[in-house]
């Protein structure tokens, strides 16, 4: 079996990869921040701090930590040295569907280390996706509180997140295959229809008011540059993951 390190493994993302590999037989390596148990020593990805020893006899990297405030391009350029100087094989890192399409900070942050990976001497496999229910529903959780549910008035293909871990968890055990194909939801709804859904679950008799906002980025996501219609691979609904609780699990409230 490999030795598999995870990075972000205490995020929602990370968690499940590294369930999903141990489930395997796998050894994880979980390279967080705040790591979780006795045998976890903090890993940060910004300084490097801790990589070295992470990644000491590991045959295979998850990238799944990131932050939308920033940090993600030095990260990355750090694993990168890292890896290569441990001998890591193969380098599993998840991104964004639209990410080069979309001009939004974040996504060109993930488009920015998709390139550096791609164009470095490491083995490495790229999995694009769709946004993932938690961040629909947190989303429309901040909207909720507000006097008006104002939602933009564009389409969303959300995917859920265990499906999208038990894909990257495959890939982690295969060869380096570049970029592979884009995974997205198996429904591609407005989001006046995903906020519906999220006030239904939660009790609310509120309905949202769609709005149209000006700019490149939601004129990007009205075109629908974040969707993957053709790859609608996922089978879990937004619908079906609200009516599973405030985590999306099920047998959790």
Not at 144 to 153: H, K, N, S, Y
Request: overall charge positive.
């Amino acid at each position: 079996m490999a030795t598999i390190v995870v990075t972000g493994a205490t995020g929602t993302l990370g968690r499940p990869v590294a369930q999903q590999l141990r489930g395997q037989g796998h050894q994880v390596r979980p390279a967080s921040r705040h790591p979780a148990g006795k045998q976890s020593a903090p890993v940060d990805l910004r300084t490097g701090k801790g990589l070295e020893q992470v990644l000491e006899g590991a045959d295979t990297v998850v990238h799944c930590a990131s932050s939308p405030a920033g940090g993600d391009i030095t990260a990355a350029r750090n694993l990168i040295t890292a890896a290569r100087a441990a001998g890591v094989q193969h380098l599993v890192y998840i991104s964004i569907v639209g990410c080069d399409r979309v001009p939004l900070g974040y996504y060109k942050t993930k488009h920015v280390v998709e390139q550096a990976l791609l164009t470095s001497d490491l083995g490495v496999s790229v999995l694009r996706t769709t946004q993932f229910h938690d961040l629909v529903r947190l989303l429309l959780r901040r909207s909720a509180r507000l006097p008006v549910v104002a939602v933009p008035d564009i389409d969303v293909q959300p995917i859920g997140t265990a499906e999208v871990a038990a894909r990257l968890a495959h890939m982690a055990v295969q060869a380096p295959q570049g970029r592979v194909t884009d995974m997205g939801g198996p429904l591609v709804q407005p989001g006046t229809e995903l906020a519906r859904l999220y006030l239904d679950s939660v009790g609310s008799s509120r309905r949202p008011v769609p709005v149209r906002l000006p700019g490149a980025v939601m004129a990007a996501f009205r075109r629908g540059e974040h969707l993957a219609p053709d790859r609608k691979v996922g089978t879990q609904t937004f619908a079906e993951f609200c009516a599973l609780g405030s985590d999306g699990y099920q047998g959790r409230s």
